[in-house]
């Protein structure tokens, strides 16, 4: 069975030294401490690698259909003639990071309805559709949501991991995926809109991440960052978090600072590159 990918750690809280030492060195290790738990709730923003040679994006779609709450049986090839994306959620009723994110993911459901679809299949035997029903009634949530189970779906994506979400554009390709929860709305909806803007020309894309951090490890809002390409850059800005969910096309973008908020300063000469491969990229910032 897929194991659930975690999205949050928790947050100690600070003890009594005796000395002036004791008391900083703590400070320091929870500042650090608050910077790592942060990064891991947004860390499935980014694949994991998990299924790598099936969720490899531009690899075409299995023409699958799955029963649904309401009694129905719905076709991505019928969706694929009505819609421009379909977005696939394989998920588990006891999930946390599954119920974290079906709201922000509801929310923006409801702004692109109109020209996406979202199924969210549960990949666990165990979850009956009764209990898949009451748990899409209690959450509130108003998109189709069903069993995978006899699909062939987990056999074909190789679900290691819940929340798993495959984005299928037009063409019927799987073009991107992501292991692991979105930490917020605006991460899934760059994606979701990635897919939808009127140029989009069939290339697979990724969710790329960077966050800012100051001298004391406190992640920094208000960054403004270019990610360029040897053609192309497009900026894109630290969201309250500190943290940015940039979705384009594969490729090694170079990370340009262009400006920091009042009270900080950047180091001109900072140089680094994030791709589908690198992981998180940090950038420092001094708060004077």
């Avoid at 942060?38 to 075409?60: K, Q």
């Avoid at 949501?145 to 994506?157: H, N, Q």
């Avoid at 973008?253 to 001109?268: A, K, N, S, W």
Wanted: some cysteine; glycine content about 8%.
């Amino acid at each position: 069975m897929p194991p659930c990918a975690r999205c949050g750690q928790g947050r100690g809280t600070l003890t009594k030294h005796e000395t002036e030492t004791e008391i900083r060195e703590e400070r320091d290790m929870f500042s650090m401490k608050k910077l790592i738990a942060i990064l891991l709730l947004v860390l499935p923003c980014l694949p994991t690698g998990l299924a790598e040679s099936a969720l490899t994006p531009g690899r075409a779609m299995m023409d699958f259909s799955a029963p649904t709450t309401d009694g129905e049986e719905i076709a991505l090839s019928e969706l694929l003639g009505e819609k421009d994306l379909v977005v696939l959620n394989i998920f588990a009723t006891w999930c946390p990071p599954c119920e974290r994110e079906f709201p922000m993911i509801d929310e923006i459901y409801q702004k692109y309805s109109d020209r996406m679809e979202i199924v969210a299949l549960s990949g666990y035997e165990g979850d009956s559709m009764d209990a898949i029903a009451d748990y899409k009634a209690g959450h509130g949530l108003s998109f189709p949501m069903g069993s995978a189970t006899g699909t062939g779906l987990m056999d074909f994506l190789q679900v290691e991991a819940y929340p798993t979400t495959v984005f299928i554009d037009r063409g019927g390709n799987m073009n991107c995926a992501v292991v692991g929860s979105f930490p917020f709305p605006e991460a899934f909806e760059s994606v979701v809109t990635y897919f939808l803007k009127e140029d989009y020309d069939g290339a697979p894309a990724a969710l790329y991440g960077v966050y800012a951090f100051d001298q004391n490890d406190e992640l920094v809002p208000g960054v403004t960052v270019n990610f360029c390409t040897d053609t192309v850059c497009q900026p894109a800005v630290t969201n309250e978090n500190g943290v940015i969910c940039f979705t384009g096309p594969l490729d090694n973008y170079h990370l340009q600072v262009l400006q920091v908020p009042e009270g900080y300063t950047f180091d001109e000469s900072f140089d680094a590159y994030v791709s589908e491969e690198s992981g998180w990229v940090g950038i420092p910032v001094t708060r004077n």
